[in-house]
């Protein structure tokens, strides 16, 4: 087996892997994403999943292929991204269509009930963990915007009420302006 092909299948039984034994959502296979392909493998730097993962929470679609689509295409182009891509949606395309098929029994099964129930404890554990490990990487930056949009979208979803996607598109405007900014600044001084 050639030297790409074993990356190439690395990549896919990791993000198959993560899939398949992840019950939650995307903030649930982040950390674990950052574990694997950070911490583990050491193909991207921290700081770089937190962006691939606000990249991924801001688009359209489900969260867990977003990233994984974002981190295969940041891996290997497009052919690392459809490789993720399908390492992360065969599992819950396989689990649910074996679920389908015995539906009626799984739904009245008083254990699987009890189960699924103390899942959503752990889940709720999980995103818990991956939003202060996002709050502790904002507040690391030690950057004044950033850290006064994240204050300011907290304030606006729990306190205020507002809308998430005002407070996504006022986030990405403020990001917008200060890139542009900050270009005029380096362009000033070059």
Do not use: C, H
């Not at 963990?129 to 300011?152: A, C, E, F, H, Q």
């Amino acid at each position: 087996m050639t030297k790409d092909m074993k990356f190439y299948l690395k990549l896919f039984s990791s993000t198959f892997y993560l899939s398949a034994f992840t019950f939650g959502g995307g903030y649930v296979i982040i950390p674990l994403m950052k574990k694997k392909f950070v911490d583990e493998y050491q193909w991207i730097e921290e700081k770089e999943i937190l962006d691939l993962t606000a990249i991924a929470q801001s688009t359209p679609g489900a969260m867990a292929v977003n990233a994984a689509i974002l981190i295969g295409y940041r891996m290997a182009g497009i052919l690392g991204a459809v490789i993720t891509i399908l390492g992360t949606i065969l599992p819950p395309l396989i689990i649910l269509t074996v679920i389908s098929l015995a539906y009626s029994a799984f739904i009245e099964n008083q254990i699987v009930k009890l189960i699924l129930r103390g899942m959503q404890a752990g889940v709720a554990a999980v995103v818990i963990d991956v939003s202060l490990t996002m709050i502790l990487g904002v507040l690391k930056g030690k950057k004044i915007i950033p850290i006064m949009v994240m204050v300011g979208a907290f304030v606006a979803t729990f306190l205020l009420d507002i809308n998430v996607v005002y407070i996504i598109l006022a986030s990405g405007l403020i990001g917008a302006i200060s890139i542009i900014k900050f270009n005029k600044k380096s362009g000033e001084k070059s």
